[in-house]
Nanobody, 126 residues
Framework: VQLVESGGGLVQPGGSLKLSCLAP????????IAWFRQAPGKGREGVAG???????DYRNSVKGRFAISKDTAVNTVYLQMNDLSPEDTAVYYC?????????????????????WGEGTPVTVSS
């Protein structure tokens, strides 16, 4: 299973981007799909996740700015990112957790990930 991300790019501070994750081979209606990110020189961290029944989790720093959603008709999960700041600059990865959303302190954790996408870069800069 290869998840496919799209929608990354260069955006000015305060701007918005919407990332998409297409999940061929699995159903986003049946599994947890999460977004992770890795900033330059830092480790990968969980950003947001959405369970099979639509329960969502977010890391504190993106609450109120980012929104994860899914469209089962096109088997795609989205990450709407608003009010972006340079601290959001990272490669964003889509991931599938086949045994339910694995979280630590309410934040998606990569220990439960079964499949990854190749990532899409997001750069927030003026």
């Amino acid at each position: 299973v290869q998840l496919v991300e799209s929608g990354g790019g260069l955006v000015q501070p305060g701007g918005s981007l919407k990332l998409s994750c297409l999940a061929p081979g699995i159903s986003v209606d049946s599994y947890c799909i999460a977004w992770f990110r890795q900033a330059p020189g830092k480790g990968r961290e969980g950003v947001a996740g959405i369970s099979d029944v639509g329960k969502t989790d977010y890391r504190n720093s993106v609450k109120g700015r980012f929104a994860i959603s899914k469209d089962t008709a096109v088997n795609t999960v989205y990450l709407q990112m608003n009010d972006l700041s340079p601290e959001d600059t990272a490669v964003y990865y889509c991931a599938a957790d086949l045994w339910g959303c694995t979280t630590v302190d309410g934040v998606p954790d990569e220990s439960g990930v079964d499949y990854w996408g190749e990532g899409t870069p997001v750069t927030v800069s003026s």
